[in-house]
């Protein structure tokens, strides 16, 4: 991936590029590329900042107009990185001056290259520069990284370590990696303590965050035309499938009913994958008032490239972009995220959910950003009798002991969530008179719990006559399941689970 940074950056100099901003947090990396880049075109690196200057004696120290000063009197061919010049872009001074030696740095062979975490560009400059972000380490630059940290590692440990620090900056893995090895040794015991230590570091991600996957697609109630498609894409990622011809799956948008499923599903596809799991909020995303929710988005998504292959998560996404429309800001955001979920390379899948779809951005459901639509409605009876099921299991109930079809015939326009109150609900009449769970503890939960449904049901309504011709059911055809219930497959019967 570097590499491909560097031979970008090297045709943008042969092209003619003199003014070039790098985008990074890792400025050493950044000039280890630079550097590079200037051996392939012969040049020579000049590193300026506004304390050192662009030589030992500090000429040009100060300020950025100082230092393009400075460099207008070099005349060898060269690439001069401008440290921290960002931050000085707002001198209409400087910025006059860079367009004044555009013809000069031509002429020389000369270029300046930008370095800084974020760059935003006056207008008088966005025509004359070209933007390069330096992507988060890969596995193999982490893995000769923390070779060279312990060399006597056992090579599956060592491959661990490295999924462990995906989505680090170098420094920062080579801190976490040290801190977790005890003299050098690297054990199964460092490796999760990389992944403690990932976490604490990534909180620095605005509206980011990993996500514990505890639960899996057969602890999910229903459902079973979703399970199935995204089963039949379990192995879709990789070289196998890349050889037979398949594109890796580029993600889903979910659409239905508050509380049947839509966010359970994306924690279970990542613990069904085995990928990571990332979460991104975009309300947090344009709530920050010290960075900009371009940027914002723009680090989450580069970490979860550098993670890749993962489930990146947007729930609720219909709020985050609610403002498309109207807001300059918003719509800037939108766009550039479309843009990456149309043109994405890296195997990040994309798993966003929706409640409102009338608060939609139009170009958002098109082919292209997502492989499907699904929509997930209330649950069917069969559905309800399952997760009724799964929920007295998960509590230490044998649902054998409790007449589940009556009880599922009852919670007709119960959601999965409510199903799961009305469990918890009936557990604690009878916990607080002193006996077990009974059918009436449960036949009163479901009966005093009030659906959503009844509230919403013009809108439950509507958003179902959206999707009639626009999404999949996420559930088979009621008909179907009746006509065939009998050679379906019943709930799970193991282990504790989850639900809608």
């Excluded at 999924?163 to 003299?183: D, P």
């Excluded at 990456?340 to 082919?367: G, I, M």
């Excluded at 509507?462 to 006509?483: C, F, N, S």
Aim: hydrophobic fraction near 45%.
């Amino acid at each position: 991936m570097i590499d491909a940074v560097r031979d970008e950056l090297v045709l943008l100099i042969e092209a003619g590029w003199q003014v070039i901003a790098l985008e990074t947090f890792e400025e050493p990396r950044a000039l280890e590329l630079i550097e590079a880049a200037g051996e392939r075109v012969r040049r020579t690196l000049r590193t300026w900042s506004a304390a050192s200057g662009l030589r030992s004696d500090a000429t040009g120290a100060g300020s950025l107009d100082d230092g393009l000063r400075a460099i207008s009197v070099e005349p060898e061919p060269a690439l001069f990185a401008l440290l921290d010049a960002h931050l000085f872009l707002g001198d209409p001074v400087a910025v006059r001056r860079i367009r004044d030696l555009l013809p000069v740095l031509a002429e020389r062979m000369q270029t300046l290259v930008l370095v800084g975490p974020q760059i935003e560009l006056p207008r008088e400059l966005e025509r004359e520069v070209r933007h390069l972000a330096l992507p988060l380490p890969r596995a193999d630059e982490l893995e000769t990284l923390f070779r060279g940290e312990a060399p006597g590692a056992e090579p599956e440990t060592l491959g661990a370590a490295v999924r462990a620090a995906l989505g680090l900056t170098r420094g920062e893995a080579r801190r976490v990696f040290r801190k977790a090895c005890s003299e050098h040794v690297l054990t199964d015991d460092a490796v999760s303590a990389i992944v403690r230590e990932k976490r604490h570091s990534l909180k620095r991600t605005p509206a980011l965050e990993f996500c514990a996957t505890d639960t899996e697609l057969g602890e999910v109630g229903g459902l079973g035309e979703l399970k199935r498609w995204l089963r039949d894409r379990r192995r879709a990622f990789g070289e196998e499938a890349e050889r037979f011809g398949l594109p890796a799956p580029r993600g889903l948008l979910l659409l239905g009913v508050q509380g049947c499923g839509k966010s359970l599903c994306a924690k279970a596809v990542a613990r069904e994958w085995q990928f990571p799991l990332l979460r991104l909020d975009l309300a947090e995303a344009f709530s920050r008032q010290t960075k900009s929710p371009e940027a914002i988005v723009r680090d989450a998504t580069q970490v979860a490239e550098s993670v890749a292959p993962a489930v990146l998560w947007i729930d609720e996404i219909e709020k985050g972009f609610a403002a498309a429309d109207t807001d300059v800001s918003s719509t800037r955001v939108f766009g550039s995220f479309l843009t990456w979920l149309a043109e994405k390379r890296q195997p990040v899948f994309v798993v966003a959910t929706a409640n409102d779809v009338t608060s939609l951005p139009p170009e958002l459901p098109r082919r292209g950003r997502f492989d499907d639509i699904f929509f997930v409605d209330l649950p069917t009876e069969r559905e309800r009798a399952e997760i009724l099921a799964i929920h007295l299991r998960k509590r230490g109930r044998d649902p054998e002991k409790f007449p589940i079809p009556d009880l599922a015939s009852q919670a007709e326009r119960m959601s999965g969530a409510e199903i799961e109150q009305a469990v918890a609900a009936a557990l604690y009449t009878a916990f607080a008179n002193g006996r077990d769970l009974s059918e009436n503890d449960l036949a009163n939960a479901i009966n005093e719990t009030i659906p959503l449904y009844d509230t919403y049901e013009k809108r439950i309504k509507e958003l179902r006559d959206w999707a009639r011709t626009r999404a999949r059911p996420a559930t088979l055809d009621a008909k179907l399941v009746d006509l065939f219930g009998s050679s379906l497959p019943g709930p799970r019967a193991p282990g504790p689970a989850k639900t809608r």
